[in-house]
């Protein structure tokens, strides 16, 4: 064990409280144009730590036109051991609604061992513990047990267009023998977690048109076709009261998970009711019958709306027939769905239920594949036995319910594993209000992935 590294990241436990907070004061909202800026001033303040660690052919690394960039680094002087390529993204979600925060959102606030901010820890907190963990070494030995590859991007909260060009254009340069994913979540507190598997996603937005301009709705209610209606007409078409999702084709590749896989998750602390009042604070679950939450949740295809916009909105009121009006609409996949077939699956469908008067427009916003990771590669099982040996108990495996598509780029273009380390909690609050990362999980992150680095070098 190489005793002065983990004796440095003690040693510097306030030093990289002050980082990270400095990390999260930059609002780095990458679906706000207004926020360019301050994608800018994240990606630098990146390069500058990990110039300053000692990381060699630091770079920021530009893509095309209204693309965040990239930033890469590396250290290349352990022969003849493996090399990770690690990831990690630094752009947030917006903050919005604002007055649910307890905390400004980007004035970091530490309370009961937890500090709150947008990206605390998607994915901002678990990526700075990356750098941290290689940066013991490097202080303390003046060296690696193993070759290392950062690539960091800006764009994984708006589809990763950036990353997913570079990542299959350029396996020469990021080529590696394991590639390491801090950007998921342990399935409880005090229990290590490795996720084996996330969904895949189509996200789209449908645009429903109808009259050449907005209409009163006293003069022309009754023979205008309304886009807000045909909207919701359109939603309900597509998936059922029951939970099924009504786009013809839409389940005939979902690859089960195996006998072995259910009976482990039935191994796993979950109790439905404390998961609806605690994570999910609602009054009912729902979703497909004859399936655990888990397997709604981490195995089987869904399809969410996440937002309607047309018409008017403002306080008080003006009667007014919307000539346009937009949907966010997301599915989630499964292994093998297949993201082209299912985005030709539902335009079809969509087209096919569209109500009279009306005109559909479809825009893909981004789309990747679902991956499973196999637990018996020995790259997984070195990341197991380190998060043993620093959380004092059994590793478990999950999948999770999210999507990642850089995970299947690596795994697609570079042909080789993604370890997904995760020590987020259930209740942080990813892309909510009063976003938090509990700290001693922060900390013992860093000693995780040290001795994960450490075990891939022997």
């Not at 209610?221 to 839409?250: C, H, S, W, Y």
């Not at 916003?365 to 036995?385: K, M």
């Not at 990642?404 to 942080?428: H, N, S």
């Not at 922060?442 to 022997?458: D, H, K, N, S």
Request: hydrophobic share 40%; net charge neutral; aromatic share 8%.
């Amino acid at each position: 064990m190489a005793t002065a590294t983990f004796e440095y990241y003690h040693a510097n436990r306030d030093k990289f409280l002050e980082g990270f907070k400095d990390f999260l004061r930059i609002p780095s909202i990458s679906t706000l144009a207004e926020h360019k800026a301050d994608i800018r001033r994240a990606a630098e303040f990146l390069a500058a730590e990990l110039r300053g660690m000692g990381m060699e052919g630091v770079e920021i690394l530009e893509g095309k036109e209204g693309q965040h960039p990239l930033v890469y680094a590396e250290w290349l002087k352990a022969d003849g051991k493996p090399t990770l390529l690690i990831y990690g993204h630094y752009d947030v979600q917006p903050p919005d609604p604002l007055e649910e925060w307890i905390s400004p959102p980007f004035e970091p606030d530490i309370r009961n061992d937890n500090i709150y901010a947008r990206g605390a820890v998607d994915d901002k907190g678990q990526t700075y513990l990356l750098l941290k963990a290689v940066e013991g070494f490097l202080k303390a030995e003046g060296k690696l047990p193993i070759n290392v590859k950062f690539l960091i991007e800006g764009e994984e909260e708006v589809g990763g267009e950036h990353i997913e060009q570079y990542v299959c254009s350029r396996p020469e340069r990021l080529q590696a023998t394991a590639a390491l994913v801090c950007d998921t979540e342990m399935f409880a507190p005090e229990l290590p977690t490795i996720t084996t598997g996330i969904r895949g996603l189509v996200y789209t937005e449908l645009e429903a048109r109808a009259a050449k301009q907005d209409l009163h709705s006293g003069v022309y209610g009754g023979a205008a076709a309304n886009p807000m209606q045909a909207l919701a007409e359109i939603v309900t078409g597509l998936k059922g009261p029951d939970g099924k999702i009504r786009i013809p084709g839409f389940y005939k590749r979902v690859k089960k998970p195996s006998k072995a896989e259910l009976a482990a998750w039935k191994k796993l602390p979950f109790n439905e009711k404390k998961y609806l009042k605690n994570e999910i604070g609602g009054t009912a679950l729902t979703g497909e019958k004859g399936y655990s939450v888990l397997e709604r949740t981490w195995a089987r295809p869904t399809l969410e709306v996440h937002g309607f916009r047309g018409g008017f909105t403002g306080e008080g009121a003006k009667t007014v027939i919307p000539a346009v009006s937009t949907a966010k609409i997301s599915m989630r996949l499964v292994p093998d769905m297949n993201p082209k077939e299912v985005y030709k699956q539902y335009t079809s469908y969509v087209k096919k239920i569209t109500p009279k008067g009306i005109t559909t427009k479809i825009r893909l916003l981004s789309s990747a594949p679902a991956t499973v990771v196999s637990t018996e590669s020995p790259f997984v099982a070195d990341a197991a036995q380190a998060m043993e040996q620093v959380f004092h108990k059994k590793t478990v495996y999950m999948r999770s319910g999210g999507s990642i598509p850089v995970v299947g780029q690596i795994q697609d273009c570079l042909k080789i594993p993604c370890v997904m380390m995760g020590f987020g909690l259930p209740d942080d609050n990813l892309h909510a209000p009063n976003e938090k990362f509990h700290l001693p999980n922060f900390y013992r992150g860093i000693e995780a992935v040290g001795r994960y680095l450490e075990l891939l070098g022997q």
